[in-house]
């Protein structure tokens, strides 16, 4: 009999750490951190990519974000490794039991702490070469022979935001992240440091897929068969036990942009187009209340309609679409004042695979 709770646990080894960075000597022999716009691999990835690679074909294994890429303010020491992390509110601390401050090169004896965190405004991260936000994304690279977790460590802000917001992104179509083939990219942005006014140039992480939606859906389904049912994944806690300066972006990196910014999607009343038959698909909600549960993209749909109407497509107009959902979907129960995303979510996953294939062919 299987143990319940435990019999259908696997859990899944660390195989390696994947950088952005390499350390390189100066003129006096001193060692520092220079920034990369490829990937530094070990061996056995660079025989399936090459030395240089630019982007990864990667699995997320588990939903928990947690888990796959938790992310915190933390503080390293060269002798104590890592000696602080927290959230912005609360930081677990290491602490000297002689002097009752942080460890550091002398410490002989040190305890963790549970401390306020001050985030941005504590003196550790003002300091420049302290304390960083630092997100340690952990993926399966199903190319690579092996069976296990690769890790790779970023303090680059505007990573964090793409990883965050492309992972958002992903689950708004396919109500999941986990078991989807990705490509995590390393590309090249320019930014203006907050410090000097001036542009420069970072290498920040984004997740990528070149697939149609109904491709990645099949594909998708390939690698969860090849779990064995009920099976539940464990990954291996990020080891930020130490922290190769190497493998961090460079100082002085902040936010860009749009980025960071969410706008408002179009009402119906703001557009001149739609005649009174597509209002029941156009009733827009602001971004501030977009559901999650929906299978595809709302505005995506919705842009890419407008696009085939300006073209005189006739196959999307309001009559048609509510005849579509109607006849080949067998949408239940009246469509009369729903708005687009109210309509997607009675669509099964299968159907939603469908319509999105469907409107890339008009």
């Known amino acids: 009999m299987p143990i319940k709770g435990l019999t259908q646990v696997r859990r899944l080894p660390r195989l390696g750490k994947i950088k952005m960075g390499v350390k390189v000597k ?16 070990p061996p056995e990835v660079a025989e399936i990519y090459g030395n240089k690679p ?7 294994p588990v939903e928990d974000e947690e888990k796959w890429a938790p992310q915190y303010y933390k503080l390293y020491s060269a002798t104590q490794g890592l000696v602080c992390r927290g959230d912005g509110c609360a930081a677990t601390r290491l602490i000297d ?22 985030g941005r405004k504590c003196p550790d991260y003002i300091s420049k070469d302290g ?27 505007n990573s964090i935001i ?3 917001s492309c992972s958002e992104y992903i689950r708004a179509v396919f109500g999941k992240v986990s078991w989807i083939p990705l490509q995590l990219t390393i590309e090249s942005k320019e930014v203006q440091n907050p410090e000097s006014g001036k542009r420069q140039t ?13 491709d990645m859906v099949e594909t998708t389904r390939k690698f969860q068969a090849q779990l064995p049912a009920n099976t539940r994944l464990l990954l291996p806690p990020a080891d930020d ?3 190769d300066p190497g493998e961090l972006a460079a100082d002085g990196e902040e936010p860009e942009g749009p980025e960071m910014v969410e706008t408002e999607e179009p009402t119906l009343e703001q557009t001149t187009e739609e005649t009174e038959s597509d209002r029941l698909f156009y009733k827009l909600e602001s971004a501030s209340t977009k559901s999650t549960e929906s299978k595809i993209d709302t505005r995506w749909v919705v842009s890419t309609i407008h696009e085939l109407r300006k073209k005189g497509c006739t196959t999307v107009t309001g009559n048609a679409l509510a005849d579509r959902f109607l006849t080949k979907y067998h949408v239940n129960g ?16 299968d159907q939603a695979a469908d319509f999105c294939k469907w409107l890339n062919e008009q």
């Open 26 to 41: 100066s003129e006096k022999g001193v060692e520092h951190p220079q920034k990369t716009d490829y990937f530094v691999v």
């Open 54 to 60: 630019k982007s990864l074909d990667i699995l997320l």
């Open 97 to 118: 039991t002689a002097t009752g401050d942080r460890a550091h090169r002398a410490t002989k004896e040190a305890v963790k702490k549970e401390v306020v965190c001050e």
């Open 131 to 157: 304390c960083k936000e630092v997100m340690s994304l952990q993926f399966i690279l199903y190319k690579v022979p092996g069976m296990g977790i690769w890790q790779i460590d970023t303090s680059s802000v």
């Open 162 to 164: 793409n990883i965050n």
């Open 202 to 214: 970072v290498y920040v992480l984004n997740l990528r897929n070149q697939m149609t939606l109904l």
């Open 241 to 243: 036990a130490t922290l």
């Open 334 to 349: 009246p469509l009369e004042g729903l708005s687009m995303k109210e309509v997607l979510v009675k669509l099964t996953p």
